[in-house]
């Protein structure tokens, strides 16, 4: 079976015509670990005391033939065996054990089920040859599976019908409020709508007043708000946000790869827009940076409007010296902060507010 999307996967669960063996990978850690959970459910059911083998990576080296043993060995009380390997990489494997594992793929066991996850390792199926056998023995022989963040529509309306489930209703505006608050990692998000409905209770309506009062801001989200005030010349609100920052005891230094990677999308967007005439063509460039999320680079694009294409050369610019000094630790990090964001309101025509 060959490389299935997440439609196909939650097909094969509910009717429970497994593959014989799944590779599962991409950015959204959440879908990744539901979707395991699933498989695993329906791959050894109430038999998983006896026929689910676990092997992490992360935790303790694993042979490839510990790994071979499970997944050849019969299940005990008949049905199927389950063996999950998480966060593997071929490059810490001979290409002997490359090889071995790769037959695991083309040539299954009907009483096995092979779940291959990357968790806490990036999967890398482009970088080497071991990488790229594993990745062609699994598309080929198994099921590959990228699961990968969603777009903010579709987590909008997941959060809706989330809402439903638990007896609430969550507004359209509030869900897209949501989103832009919060960010688009599932787990927070979940959290964050749990929150929400214990809070209006059930039959209660969750407005936008309700999502801004309880729900958490990403550092994303307020880096983002950040260089909005900036680029608006907003001096005072600029200062505030950062100052809400450093209140929140944020790291100077995640503070600045905020705000360096919300000027590096506007300055992709830009080049997108001159060249290709769509800001969201630069995604075409980028694809892991803006898979699904090609609103950011819309979003960037109309944020930068009133900056030249020089000046956003100058803040990438003011931002790399900024990254050196943080990295130097010669000088006070909020200083060197807040002196950069005085230079980007300079750059941004704003130094007068």
């Given at each position: 079976?060959?490389?299935i999307?997440e439609?196909?996967?939650?097909?094969q669960?509910?009717?429970?015509?497994?593959?014989?063996g799944?590779?599962?990978?991409?950015?959204?850690p959440?879908?990744?670990?539901h979707?395991v959970?699933?498989?695993?459910?329906a791959a050894?059911?109430?038999?998983a005391?006896?026929?689910?083998?676990?092997?992490d990576a992360?935790?303790?080296?694993?042979?490839?033939e510990d790994?071979y043993?499970?997944?050849?060995?019969c299940p005990m009380?008949?049905?199927?065996?389950?063996?999950?390997?998480?966060d593997?990489?071929?490059?810490?494997?001979?290409?002997?054990?490359?090889?071995?594992?790769?037959?695991?793929?083309?040539?299954?066991?009907?009483?096995?089920?092979?779940i291959f996850?990357?968790?806490r390792t990036?999967a890398?199926?482009k970088?080497?040859n071991?990488w790229?056998?594993?990745?062609s023995?699994?598309?080929?022989?198994?099921?590959?599976?990228?699961l990968d963040?969603?777009?903010?529509?579709?987590l909008?309306?997941?959060?809706?019908s989330?809402?439903r489930r638990?007896?609430?209703e969550?507004?359209?505006q509030?869900?897209?409020?949501?989103v832009?608050?919060?960010?688009d990692?599932?787990?927070l998000?979940i959290?964050e709508?749990?929150?929400?409905?214990?809070?209006?209770?059930?039959?209660?309506?969750i407005?936008?007043?309700?999502i801004e009062?309880l729900?958490?801001?990403?550092?994303?989200s307020t880096?983002?708000d950040l260089v909005?005030?900036?680029?608006?010349r907003?001096?005072?609100?600029a200062?505030r946000?950062?100052?809400?920052?450093?209140?929140?005891r944020?790291?100077?230094?995640?503070?600045h790869?905020a705000?360096?990677?919300?000027?590096?999308d506007?300055y992709?967007?830009?080049?997108?827009s001159?060249?290709a005439?769509?800001p969201?063509?630069?995604?075409?460039?980028?694809?892991?940076?803006?898979?699904?999320?090609?609103?950011?680079?819309?979003?960037?694009a109309?944020?930068a409007?009133s900056?030249?294409t020089?000046?956003?050369?100058?803040?990438?610019?003011?931002?790399?010296?900024?990254?050196?000094?943080?990295k130097g630790?010669g000088a006070?990090p909020r200083?060197?902060?807040?002196e950069?964001?005085?230079r980007?309101?300079?750059?941004s025509?704003?130094?007068?507010?």
């Amino acid at each position: 079976m060959p490389r299935i999307d997440e439609k196909e996967l939650k097909h094969q669960i509910k009717t429970g015509l497994l593959a014989d063996g799944y590779l599962i990978y991409g950015n959204e850690p959440y879908l990744k670990a539901h979707y395991v959970q699933q498989l695993i459910r329906a791959a050894v059911g109430s038999s998983a005391d006896f026929n689910l083998h676990t092997f992490d990576a992360q935790e303790n080296p694993i042979s490839p033939e510990d790994i071979y043993m499970a997944a050849r060995s019969c299940p005990m009380l008949g049905g199927k065996s389950c063996v999950v390997v998480r966060d593997l990489s071929p490059d810490t494997l001979s290409d002997a054990g490359v090889e071995m594992i790769a037959e695991l793929f083309e040539q299954p066991s009907a009483s096995c089920v092979l779940i291959f996850v990357y968790d806490r390792t990036e999967a890398a199926p482009k970088k080497n040859n071991r990488w790229k056998k594993l990745f062609s023995a699994a598309e080929k022989a198994g099921a590959l599976v990228q699961l990968d963040r969603l777009t903010a529509r579709s987590l909008e309306s997941m959060m809706i019908s989330g809402a439903r489930r638990r007896g609430c209703e969550l507004q359209q505006q509030a869900a897209a409020r949501l989103v832009s608050q919060a960010g688009d990692d599932l787990n927070l998000l979940i959290n964050e709508l749990e929150k929400c409905c214990a809070y209006v209770g059930e039959g209660g309506i969750i407005t936008v007043p309700v999502i801004e009062e309880l729900c958490i801001h990403s550092l994303d989200s307020t880096a983002f708000d950040l260089v909005r005030a900036i680029t608006a010349r907003d001096c005072t609100r600029a200062y505030r946000l950062l100052n809400e920052l450093f209140i929140q005891r944020v790291e100077p230094i995640m503070i600045h790869g905020a705000l360096t990677a919300a000027y590096v999308d506007m300055y992709r967007a830009r080049v997108a827009s001159e060249s290709a005439g769509d800001p969201a063509a630069a995604a075409q460039i980028f694809p892991a940076a803006y898979r699904n999320r090609e609103f950011r680079l819309r979003n960037a694009a109309r944020d930068a409007r009133s900056i030249s294409t020089r000046a956003l050369r100058s803040c990438l610019d003011c931002l790399d010296e900024a990254d050196r000094l943080l990295k130097g630790g010669g000088a006070e990090p909020r200083i060197i902060l807040e002196e950069t964001v005085v230079r980007l309101l300079r750059l941004s025509g704003g130094e007068n507010g």
